[in-house]
């Protein structure tokens, strides 16, 4: 079982690409950001080639964050995620069928895993279950439930997060997050949205990881 640091490290950067990887941009989180000296406190240590770059890019934008800054990523944010223009398919349905469906088999699968494990997706209704931001805020709940038994010293309670987790990631997200992720940087604007799909991409090899070290 990986320890309890690492366990919160991963389970707070899933947070934070859920919050960002949506319709709507939470401007009082990259304020908060800003405040944080974001790009010094990452919680992924170790970052790779992708992380590197993409802290390099958010460090310049969180340090002139401003309120024409903030209306610029706004607007990147409407156009990736919301259109008009061919806006960045967010689900797991569109990049893993033939015919890239929006619904398919695996948004079911999704929305089973959360109704099996108590998760009620944020914003229900609005999106399908197997979107991007509702995939990374399941397994940052898994990891912070982990945390919590870790801390009770309930080990077969952590053991079954952490596997239910594992499993989860590697049954969805492992199969089509990394393209949608190349999607975002390839289409973004903003150093904001580059700079936080490269992030993505290093929190993706970061999770596999930890659900190998784990297993």
């Known amino acids: 079982m990986m320890d309890a640091n690492t366990l919160i490290a991963s389970s707070a950067a899933c947070g934070f690409l859920a919050r960002i990887f949506r319709p709507g941009l939470d401007r009082d989180l ?47 944010n409407t156009a990736l995620f919301i259109g008009p223009d061919n806006p960045v398919p967010m689900w797991e349905s569109v990049w893993t069928t033939k015919d890239r469906l929006l619904f398919a088999d695996c948004t079911s699968d999704v929305e089973q895993a959360f109704a099996r494990a108590g998760f009620v997706v944020p914003g229900a209704g609005r999106e399908p279950a ?16 982990t945390v919590a038994a870790v801390e009770a010293g309930n080990t077969i309670q952590a053991r079954r997060q952490i596997e239910t987790a594992a499993a989860f990631f590697d049954q969805h997200p492992a199969r089509w997050a990394a393209d949608c992720l190349r999607d975002i940087e390839a289409r973004a604007s903003t150093d904001f949205y580059r700079g936080a799909a490269l992030l993505g991409t290093d929190a993706m090899a970061a999770l596999q990881r930890l659900f190998t070290v784990a297993a």
């Open 130 to 145: 197997d979107h991007l931001a509702h995939e990374f805020s399941f397994i940052a709940a898994l990891l912070a439930r």
């Open 30 to 76: 990259l304020r908060r950001c800003a405040a944080d000296r974001f790009a010094e406190s990452w919680p992924i240590d170790g970052a790779g080639a992708d992380g590197d770059a993409g802290l390099a890019l958010l460090g310049p934008v969180f340090d002139g964050l401003d309120e024409p800054a903030l209306d610029s990523i706004e607007r990147d």
